[in-house]
């Protein structure tokens, strides 16, 4: 991920910002940009960079206070119990094959009452319900390893597509993270508006009209019960 869209930075630095007291945060699939966005926010806190990606790893700075791990964020048993206060999850679980057992492990190694920061896309966003209306394929939810754009219309055909095995509704998400022992203490949708993004003021535009369950990406905070 090269950017963040600019409104859901602005929500996140606002939620990251009122945290007290974090002095140790796993950054799960980290890369250069997470890193960069947390330590603005937090210059003097530990950050473990988590992914299992050597070469996204390779690309962030290394520094003082930060800690690369290579691992697979669905067994993180190098970690101890009850040892970060935060946990920044951006744009990951949907990449990730068996996401109950990511949240598990981010349960186990998060604080009591330690919070866990987290974005994803909405399967239920007004693209994917106007893409199905006229049945064509989820955009980025691939039906085939080898042909990544196999049922999607010819103007949304790409060479890089972002393949999601694991996707969500907002209701969905709510339940995972009440069955992994998350209480969630904020929840929001918004839109991506981000530079570069096809279709950039339309999307800003329908983010001021759009029920929140038709919006694109899901933002939310959780605290450890």
């Known amino acids: 991920m090269k950017y963040f869209d600019l409104g859901i930075n602005k929500i996140l630095k606002n939620i990251l910002a009122n945290l007290d007291n974090v002095e140790k945060i796993l950054d799960v699939g980290s890369v250069k940009s997470t890193v960069d966005f947390l330590r603005e926010i937090f210059s003097d806190s530990t950050i473990y960079a988590l992914n299992i990606d050597k070469k996204a790893l390779k690309e962030i700075p290394k520094e003082r206070n930060l800690k690369v791990v290579l691992r697979d964020c669905q067994d993180m048993a190098n970690f101890k119990n009850n040892f970060f206060d935060l946990i920044f999850c ?103 508006a981000y530079p570069g993004q096809p279709y950039r003021r ?20 959780a605290v450890k019960r």
């Open 90 to 192: 951006n744009q990951v679980l949907e990449h990730v094959l068996y996401p109950e057992k990511c949240l598990h492990e981010c349960h186990r190694i998060l604080k009591k009452n330690g919070t866990m920061v987290f974005t994803t896309p909405n399967l239920a966003s007004w693209f994917n319900r106007l893409l199905l209306l006229f049945g064509y394929q989820p955009s980025n939810y691939t039906v085939s390893e080898e042909f990544k754009n196999l049922g999607l219309p010819t103007f949304l055909h790409k060479e890089n597509i972002y393949d999601h095995p694991r996707v969500f509704t907002l209701r969905a998400l709510k339940e995972i993270f009440e069955k992994t022992g998350f209480k969630i203490t904020y929840l929001n949708v918004v839109n991506h």
């Open 202 to 221: 339309i999307r800003q535009i329908l983010n001021m009209f759009l029920p929140r369950n038709w919006k694109e990406n899901i933002i939310v905070e």
